[in-house]
C-alpha cells in the first residue's frame, strides 16, 4: 500500500470503538457555559452604564432613583417579555402597543360614569379589570385567528391590527384622554407593596415566571422549538397550532395588563397610550439577545435590555444633556453598548 | 459537454483518450491542518490528486472529508498549510472567479436557493446576458432545460426550486457544477439522495468526462461506489491522512479497517430467529389510501418483527410511513396501533399509543438545530422530564446522557446544539428521539442516509437489538443494507404493493420488484 | 430682576437656604419651532432672576415627564415647571408634589385634576377664536376653508379645532370648514390639504393649528398658483399659529395674512418667576397682573395667569372684534430672537 | 468481506426510472404562472379601492387627483424603494427614515444664510445637493461598516443608527425647522416637467430602473442569491461582501435623495422629517409581496403596496370620514385589502 501514514491514535479526537467515543470530560462544558455567557452579554454594559451614571450625579445609585427607574419601565417591560414569548416562538406581534392602549381604553370608556370625562358610565368599577384583560384575550384571539388558523402573514396581519386597535381607541375616545378612573383601574399602578411601587413587584414575578416558564417547562421548550423548526416540533409531537394560540393570547394579555398599570400610574388613559412603543419593545428584545428568527433568547437577556435602555435614558436626564443632544447621545450609547456585549459575547449576525 | 457550459465556457481540449497524464498534480493540500473552536477538523492533512483521475476520499463522518472540500474550492482559509492547483499556488480567497477555473464542487450541503427559479440556480451569477447586459431570461431557460435535458431530469425549469424533490434538487447541483468546463470537479457525496438509475447515470457521465480528462474527488459513504468509479483512494480518519492508494490494491475489508482504526472488518449478521406467529399485533394498517400517492395498502406488523417498505422515489413508500405515524392523513383506511386507533393525522395521538419515528429528512423534521442534543432527544416525552409540565434539566440531562451512550453519539456532551455534530451524529440523535418514549412501534424512514458505514452498521444493530425488545418495527427505504436485516419486505410500485418479500431476497429479486418487473412471469 | 434671596426662608427650608433657589424645569418636546424658543428663554430667564435650573425633557411622553419630575425632586430641586402635553395623565405626579411640598408651576395646559400653584397660559381656545374671526372678516362670512389640525390626541389642538368651529358655526355659518388631522406633520398637511384642494378648488381660507405646517402649504398653494397677493381674487387666506419669526416674514411679504403669537418668551419670564416665588414663600390672588394679563380662579386650589396671545396680521386692524398686532411689532418673541 | 458487494449494479441501491418523480406535463406552467401572480397579488385590491374611490368622490380618477395621490407618495416610495432592496438582500435597514431627514437637513444646515434661519451659511446653494448625497453615502457606509465588517447584526445597528441620525438632526437643528431653502434644493420637489411633478417622474424612474435592476441584471440577481442562501451565493462565486456594500449605500442614497425631494416640496425641513416613516416603508414593501426573511419579493410589487396605502389614505380624505375614526378605518381597510390579495395570491406564511 502506498504512502501510508500511519497515524498515531491519539489523535485530535479519541477513535475507537462506538461505545468510547465521545464524551471527552475536558470539552464537556463548553456548550452551556456559553449559552449562559450569550444570556449575560449585557451585563458588563448595565455595570458600565451604572457606574458613568453614578459618576454623573451621586444620586444614581440610591434606592429612590432605582425604584425609579424600575417603576418607569415596570409597564413597557410587559411588553417586552409579551413579544419575547411570541418572538421565541418565531412570530412577531406589532400589535401589542395598541392593546397596551386599547384594553385599558375600552375599561375606562365603559366604566367612567357618563358625566365626567367622556365614558359611558355602563358598569361599575369593579368591572375594569375583567374588561380590559377581555380586551387583551380578544386582540390576542385575533391576531391567533388571522395567523394561525388563517396562515396569513404574522407581520401584515398584526401591522394592520396595530392601526385597527390604535384607530379604535381614538375613535371611542375621541382622541382624548378618559381619567377619573374608577379605583380598580388605578390600584395597580399606584399602590405600594412593602414600601416599593405594586408595579414593580408584577414585573419582576411575571418576569421571574417568564424565566421558569421559558427555561423549565415543557411549554416553554415548545416555543423554543416552534422557533427553531416548526416542522421537527410537530413530527415531536408538540401541537403547534394550540401553542401559538396560546402564545398570542398570553402576549395580548400581558399588554392590556402592562397597559392597566401604566393607566393606573398615571390615572388616566391617553387616546395615544402605547403609540410607538413597539420600537423601544423591539430594541430591549433584540438588544437582549432574542432573535428575530425565532428560537432564540430568554426571558432574563431581554430583561436586561429593557432595563439597559431605562437606565441610559435616567443617566441622560440626570447628566442634564440638552434636549436637543439627548437623542444622539442615546443612539450612539446604545451602538456602543451593543459593540461592547455583542463582541464579548459574540456575533450575533443573522 | 462544453455544449451547455454557458458563456464562460472554457475550451475544453478534448485530450483524446490518454487518461493517464504525465504532468505533475491538479491539485495538492499539503499540511492541512483546521480548527473550529476546540474542534479540529483536519490536523496536518495532506492530499494530493493527480490529473485524469478519479480520487476517492473516504472517511467515517466528521472525518473532515467536508471540510477539506471547502478549502479546496476556497470557502475557507486552512488555519495552516497550503493549497496549488497545478503547482501554482491558491488565488486570493477574494478571487471567486478564479476559484471557479480551477474547480468546481457540488458540495454536501445543498447550495440550492429555494425562492429562485430551478435556471437561475443553473446559471446563477453567469446569466446569459443580451446586448444592453440585461439578462436575457429566454436563453437562460432555454439553456436550463438543455442542460437539465442530457441528464433526464424533466422539469420545468421556470418553477421555483423549492418545489423540486430531494433527487431532482441534487441533479441541479451536479449538472451545475459539470456544466462549468471546469478540468478538475468535487463531489462530495453526490449519491447520497439519488437512487440506483441515478447514480448509473451519474457515473456513466463522470466516466465520460474522465475520458475528456477531467479529474474528480468523488466522495461517499458507500463503498461499492468508490470500486465502481474510483482508481485511487486516500482514506481520512480523525482529521488525518491515513492512506492513499490505487482502489484495486485495496480490499474492502482493509479499507473499513483504515477508515475506523480497527483490524475487524464489517461484521458478518446472524440469522434472525424467526418471530412467533402468537406474537401481538403491534401495527393494524387496513386498506390504506391517499389519492394518488397509494391506494389500498394492509401492513400489519407483530412485535418483535422487522418490515421492510422498499420502493423506489415516488412509489409512496415514505407517505405511506407518515400516514401511519401520523405525519400526514390518509384519505381512507384505518392505522390501529396496539388495539387503539390514533387519530389520523396526529403525531402527538401516536406518539401516546406508543409509537416512534424517524422522519425522512432530518433537517427538515428531525431536529430542532439551535437546541441542545438533550432537547433534541428528549423533545417528545416532556412528561418524563418532571412533574406537572415543568423540566428538571438534571432529569433531561440524565436521560440525554444515557441515550447518548446507548446510541454512541459522539460528543462532548448533552448540552451541545445539534449543529454542532456530523451529519452521522444528528442522525442518530433522531433516532435516540425515536426510541425516547420507548416504543411499541418504531417507524424508520430511510434512517441510514448519510451516515458512515460503521455507524450505519451501528444503527442497524440497535434496531434489531430493539426489536428483540418487543418493539415492532418498519424500515421504509431503498437502500438494500436497511432492508437486508428484514423479516419480511413489502415492495410497493407506483403506490401499490406489488410483492413481499420474506428474509433471504437476493439482490436481484428486490431490484426488479422494485422496479415493478415482475420476475416470475 | 425682580428682588433676590432677601426674603428666601420663608417657604421652609430644613437646612441653610441656598443663595440660589433651585428650579426643576421640564420641557415637554424639542421638536417644535415654538417649544425649542422656549426652551431657548428658559436659561436666560433663569439667569436673570439668580436661579440654579436642572431641566429635564420629556419628549411628549407623559409618562417620561413622571420619571424625570420623580428624578428632578431626587436631585432636590425646591420647585418645578413643567409643561404637561397630557393633561389628565398629569394628575398623580402633581399628587405626589403636593405630598411633598414642592410647588408646582404648569406651562401652556391646564390639569383636568390636581392643584398646582399656578397654571401659566394662553387661552388656546382664544387661538382657535381669533383665527375664526380673522378667516370669517376676510372671506365675509362665505366659501371653505381647510383646518389642519394638530394631533386629535393633543389637548392643545383639541381647543384649536372646538374653538374654531365653534366660531364658525355661531358667527359664520355659511362657511364650509374642512378639518383635517395632521398629526404635527408638514408632509401629512401638504398631503390632505392638496386633496381637499383638487376636490374643491374653491378654498379660499386655510387655517393650520401651529406653524408645523407652513412651508408645506405654502409650496401646495404656489403648485396651483394660488399663492398670490391678498388684493388679487385668487388669493386664499391663510392663518398660522405660534408667532415664529418665518411666519412674520412671511406675514410682511404677504405669503400668509396672519397668525397668533404664542408667548414663548411670557411662558418661560413668568413660570419661572412664579416658581421662585413660590419657594420665596409668595402666594396670589385672582386678579389684573402688572404684566398685561389676569390671573383667575379656575378651580379650588388652582390659579391660572391667562397671558395675552397676540393675533398679528400685516396692517395691525382689528377683526370681528379682535385686535391685532402689526407683524413688525417689538413686542413680538418672534422679532426678538436673535 | 460481507455480502455488501454483490448487488447488481454496484451501487447498494437499485435502479430506478427518475422521471418517475418528475412532475407530468399537466403540472408544467403552474409555477412561472403563480409567480407572476404573486407579483401582481394587490392589483384587484387596487382595483377596488379605485372603484370605491370613484363612487366615494367623483374627483378621485381625474388626473389631479391622480397625480396629486403620485406626488405625495413620490418621496416616501423612494424609501420604499431602498428598503425593497435592502429586504430583498436579506437585511433591513432602518435608519432609512432618519437619513430621509438628516441628509436634507445637513445640506440646508450649511447651506441656509446665516442670518435667515438657523443656518451656518458656509458653502453656496449649490452644494446643497452633493452635500444630501454625500450624507447618504455616509449614512450607508457607517451601516455597512457595522453590518458587513464587523458583522453585527443589521436590526439593532440600523435600529442604533435611526436613533443617532434622528438625534443629529434635532442636534443641528436646535429642533427647529429650516427654511429658506436654496432652490437647487426646491427644485426637484416643486419643477414640473411636461405639466407633471417632477418628483413623480423621478419616482417613476427610479422604479422602472429598480425593476429593471432587480429582475434582469446580474447584480439584481445576486441580491436575490444572498437573501436566499448567503453560502450558495458565496459559493456561486458571488462577492456577497460587495453586494451588501453597494447595497445598504445604494439604499441610503435614495434616501436622501427621496428626502431631498420632501424638502423641495414642502421647502423646508422640518426637525422630525422621517419620523415615524419607517412603519409605513415597511407595511408597504411587506403588503407588495416582499418577504421579511429576504429573497423574495419584486419592486413592482413594493410600488402597488406603498400605492395602495396611499390610495386609502386618499379615499379616506375625500369621503370626510370623521377625523377620530380614520385610523381604525384605515386598519380595517388595509387588513381586507390583505385578506383579498393574499387569499387570491396565496398563502404568505412565513
Ligand atoms: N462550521 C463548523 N463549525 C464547527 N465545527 C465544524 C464546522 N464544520 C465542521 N466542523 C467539525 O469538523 C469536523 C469535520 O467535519 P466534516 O464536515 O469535515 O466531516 P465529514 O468528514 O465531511 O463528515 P460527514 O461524513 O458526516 O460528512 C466535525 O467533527 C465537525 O464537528
Ligand atoms: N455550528 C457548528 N458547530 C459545529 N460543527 C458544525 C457546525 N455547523 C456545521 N458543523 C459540522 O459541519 C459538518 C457538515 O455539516 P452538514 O450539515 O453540511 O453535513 P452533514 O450534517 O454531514 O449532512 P449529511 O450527512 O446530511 O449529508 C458536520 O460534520 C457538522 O458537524
Ligand atoms: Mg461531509
Ligand atoms: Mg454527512
Excluded at chain 2, 381 to 402: H, N, Q, T, Y
Aim: aromatic share 6%.
Amino acid at each position: 500500500m502506498p504512502e501510508t501514514t500511519t497515524a498515531p491514535s491519539g489523535t485530535g479526537r479519541p477513535p475507537g470503538s462506538p461505545s468510547s467515543e465521545g464524551t471527552g470530560p475536558g470539552r464537556r462544558r463548553a456548550g452551556p457555559r456559553l449559552a449562559r455567557l450569550r444570556d449575560l452579554a449585557l451585563v458588563p454594559a448595565i455595570i458600565v452604564i451604572a457606574i458613568v451614571g453614578q459618576v454623573v450625579h451621586p444620586i444614581f445609585l440610591q434606592a429612590d432613583n432605582l425604584i425609579n427607574i424600575l417603576q418607569t419601565m415596570s409597564e413597557i417591560s410587559l411588553l417586552v417579555l409579551a413579544q419575547t414569548l411570541v418572538l421565541v416562538a418565531g412570530r412577531m406581534d406589532l400589535s401589542l402597543e395598541s392593546t397596551f392602549g386599547l384594553a385599558p381604553g375600552v375599561a375606562a370608556w365603559v366604566t367612567v360614569a357618563a358625566g365626567t370625562g367622556h365614558g359611558l358610565g355602563l358598569l361599575s368599577g369593579a368591572w375594569a379589570i375583567p374588561v380590559t384583560l377581555a380586551v387583551g384575550v380578544l386582540a390576542g384571539v385575533v391576531n391567533a385567528l388571522f395567523i394561525v388558523r388563517f396562515g396569513l402573514n404574522g407581520f401584515i396581519v398584526t401591522l394592520g391590527m396595530l392601526i385597527v386597535l390604535r384607530g379604535l381607541l381614538t375613535g371611542i375616545s375621541g382622541g382624548q384622554t378618559f381619567f377619573n378612573l374608577p379605583s380598580s383601574m388605578t390600584y395597580l399602578g399606584s399602590a405600594l407593596w412593602l414600601g416599593i411601587p405594586a408595579s414593580i413587584w408584577v414585573c419582576l414575578l411575571l418576569f421571574a415566571a417568564g424565566v421558569v416558564l421559558l427555561g423549565f417547562t415543557g411549554f416553554g421548550r415548545s416555543l423554543y422549538a416552534i422557533g427553531g423548526n416548526v416542522d421537527a416540533a410537530k413530527a415531536a409531537g408538540i401541537r403547534t397550532d394550540r401553542v401559538l394560540w396560546i402564545t398570542l393570547i398570553t402576549a395580548s394579555v400581558l399588554a392590556a395588563l402592562g397597559g392597566l398599570m401604566l393607566a393606573g400610574r398615571l390615572a388616566s388613559v391617553a387616546a395615544g397610550q402605547g403609540n410607538g412603543a413597539i420600537f423601544t419593545v423591539f430594541a430591549a428584545a433584540v438588544i437582549g439577545g432574542v432573535s428575530l428568527n425565532g428560537g432564540k433568547g430568554t426571558v432574563f437577556g431581554a430583561f436586561t435590555g429593557i432595563l439597559l435602555l431605562y437606565m441610559i435614558q435616567n443617566v441622560l436626564t440626570l447628566a442634564g444633556v440638552p434636549a436637543q443632544w439627548i437623542g444622539a447621545l442615546n443612539g450612539a450609547i446604545i451602538l456602543t453598548a451593543l459593540g461592547i456585549s455583542r463582541l464579548t459575547g459574540g456575533k450575533t449576525q443573522e | 459537454m462544453g455544449d451547455h457550459a454557458g458563456a464562460t465556457a472554457k475550451p475544453a481540449p478534448a485530450r483524446d483518450g490518454e487518461p493517464a497524464p504525465a504532468d505533475g498534480p491538479v491539485a495538492e493540500a499539503e499540511r492541512v491542518t483546521k480548527r473550529y473552536g476546540e474542534t479540529v477538523a483536519l490536523d496536518g492533512a495532506h492530499i494530493t490528486i493527480m490529473p485524469g483521475r478519479t480520487h476517492a476520499l473516504v472517511g467515517r463522518n466528521g472525518a473532515g472529508k467536508s471540510t477539506l472540500v471547502s478549502i479546496l474550492t476556497g470557502l475557507q482559509p486552512p488555519d495552516e498549510g497550503e493549497i496549488r492547483f497545478a503547482g501554482a499556488p491558491a488565488p486570493r480567497l477574494a478571487d471567486r472567479d478564479a476559484w471557479r477555473e480551477r474547480v468546481a464542487c457540488v458540495y454536501q450541503k445543498s447550495t440550492i436557493i429555494p425562492e429562485l427559479t430551478v435556471a437561475e440556480n443553473l446559471y446563477l451569477n453567469r446569466h446569459k446576458r443580451n446586448r444592453l447586459g440585461l439578462v436575457d431570461w429566454k436563453s437562460v431557460w432555454r439553456k436550463a432545460s438543455e442542460l437539465l435535458e442530457t441528464w433526464s431530469v424533466d422539469v420545468d425549469v421556470r418553477r421555483p426550486a423549492r418545489e423540486l424533490g430531494v433527487e431532482q434538487r441534487q441533479f441541479v447541483e451536479i449538472a451545475r457544477a459539470l456544466s462549468f468546463g471546469a478540468r478538475f470537479i468535487i463531489l462530495d457525496e453526490p449519491t447520497a439522495q439519488l437512487d440506483g438509475a441515478a447514480i448509473s447515470r451519474l457515473f456513466e457521465r463522470m466516466r465520460a468526462m474522465r475520458e475528456q480528462g477531467v479529474t474528480f474527488l468523488f466522495i461517499s459513504h458507500h463503498l461499492q461506489e468508490i470500486y465502481e468509479i474510483c482508481d485511487t483512494v486516500t482514506v481520512f480518519r480523525d482529521a488525518r491522512h491515513i492512506l492513499t492508494a490505487p482502489v484495486a490494491e485495496v480490499p474492502q475489508g482493509d479499507l473499513v479497517g483504515a477508515m475506523t482504526g480497527e483490524a475487524a472488518g464489517l461484521r458478518e449478521r446472524r440469522i434472525r430467529p424467526a418471530v412467533p406467529s402468537e406474537a401481538p399485533v403491534v401495527l393494524d394498517a387496513k386498506g390504506l389510501g391517499d389519492g394518488e400517492l397509494y391506494h389500498d395498502v394492509d401492513l400489519r406488523v407483530r412485535a418483535g418483527e422487522i418490515v421492510g417498505l422498499a420502493g423506489l422515489g415516488g412509489s409512496g413508500k415514505t407517505e405511506l410511513a407518515e400516514a401511519v405515524v401520523g405525519l400526514r392523513a390518509p384519505r381512507s383506511g384505518t392505522v390501529e396501533v396496539a388495539g387503539s386507533r390514533p387519530r389520523p393525522g396526529s403525531v402527538p395521538a401516536s406518539l401516546t399509543m406508543g409509537v416512534g419515528f424517524v422522519p425522512r429528512d432530518r433537517h427538515h423534521q428531525g431536529l430542532v438545530p439551535l437546541m441542545s442534543i438533550a432537547d433534541n432527544t428528549t423533545l417528545t416525552i416532556p412528561e418524563r422530564l418532571g412533574p406537572a409540565g415543568f423540566v428538571s434539566g438534571r432529569r433531561k440531562d440524565r436521560l440525554a446522557r444515557e441515550m447518548i451512550d446507548n446510541l454512541a453519539i459522539k460528543t462532548p456532551g448533552p448540552e451541545l446544539p445539534v449543529t454542532g455534530l456530523s451529519g452521522g451524529n444528528q442522525q442518530k440523535v433522531v433516532m435516540a428521539r425515536a426510541l425516547a418514549n420507548g416504543p411499541r412501534l418504531l417507524v424508520l424512514i430511510t434512517p441510514t442516509a448519510g451516515v458512515d458505514v460503521r455507524s450505519k452498521e451501528f444503527l442497524l444493530g440497535k434496531v434489531e437489538e430493539i426489536a428483540g425488545t418487543g418493539t415492532g418495527i418498519v424500515i421504509a427505504s431503498d437502500e438494500l443494507d436497511d432492508l437486508r436485516l428484514c423479516d419480511r419486505v413489502l415492495v410497493m410500485f407506483h403506490g401499490r404493493a406489488v410483492a413481499e418479500l420474506p428474509a433471504g431476497w437476493h439482490d436481484h429479486e428486490m431490484v426488479a420488484a422494485m422496479e415493478g418487473v415482475d420476475l416470475d412471469a | 430682576a425682580c428682588g433676590g434671596g432677601g426674603t428666601g426662608g420663608g417657604g421652609g427650608g430644613e437646612k441653610g437656604a441656598p443663595a440660589k433657589p433651585l428650579i426643576g424645569v421640564d420641557y415637554p418636546r424639542s421638536d417644535t419651532d415654538f417649544w425649542n424658543s422656549y426652551i431657548r428663554y428658559v436659561p436666560r430667564f433663569g439667569g436673570e432672576l439668580g436661579a440654579d435650573l436642572k431641566t429635564t425633557n420629556s419628549q411628549n411622553d407623559i409618562s417620561t415627564l413622571t420619571a424625570n419630575v420623580q428624578s428632578l425632586v431626587g436631585q432636590g430641586v425646591r420647585g418645578i415647571v413643567m409643561a404637561p402635553q397630557d393633561t389628565a395623565a398629569v394628575a398623580p405626579t402633581l399628587q405626589q408634589l403636593e405630598t411633598k411640598k414642592i410647588p408646582a408651576v404648569l406651562v401652556d395646559t391646564r390639569p383636568d385634576q390636581g392643584n398646582a400653584f399656578m397654571v401659566v397660559r394662553a387661552d388656546n381656545r382664544a387661538y382657535g377664536e381669533k383665527a375664526c374671526r380673522f378667516l370669517g372678516e376676510k372671506l365675509k362670512g362665505n366659501g371653505k376653508v381647510v383646518m389642519l389640525q394638530g394631533d386629535l390626541a393633543s389637548i392643545n389642538g383639541r381647543d384649536r379645532t372646538e374653538a374654531f368651529n365653534e366660531c364658525m358655526k355661531q358667527n359664520y355659518p355659511q362657511i364650509k370648514v374642512f378639518g383635517e388631522a395632521a398629526n404635527w406633520d408638514g408632509a401629512v398637511a401638504a398631503q390632505k390639504l392638496s386633496t381637499v384642494l383638487t376636490a374643491n378648488p374653491d378654498v379660499k381660507g386655510v387655517y393650520m393649528q401651529s406653524s408645523f405646517a407652513l412651508a408645506g402649504t405654502l409650496q401646495v398653494l404656489k403648485q396651483r398658483g394660488l399663492l398670490v397677493k391678498p388684493e388679487d381674487p385668487k388669493h386664499v387666506f391663510v392663518v398660522s399659529n405660534d408667532g415664529i419669526p418665518q411666519e412674520l416674514k412671511d406675514i410682511a411679504s404677504g405669503d400668509i395674512d396672519a397668525t397668533v403669537s404664542q408667548p414663548a418668551d411670557l411662558y418661560a419670564k413668568w413660570a419661572l418667576s412664579y416658581a421662585k416665588a413660590a419657594i420665596d414663600g409668595k402666594t396670589f390672588q385672582p386678579g389684573k397682573t402688572d404684566h398685561d394679563s389676569t390671573i383667575v380662579q379656575v378651580r379650588a386650589g388652582l390659579l391660572e395667569d391667562q397671558l395675552s396671545a397676540p393675533l398679528v396680521t400685516a396692517d395691525g386692524g382689528t377683526y370681528g372684534g379682535v385686535p391685532s398686532v402689526k407683524h413688525d411689532d417689538k413686542s413680538l418673541w418672534g422679532n426678538n430672537l436673535n
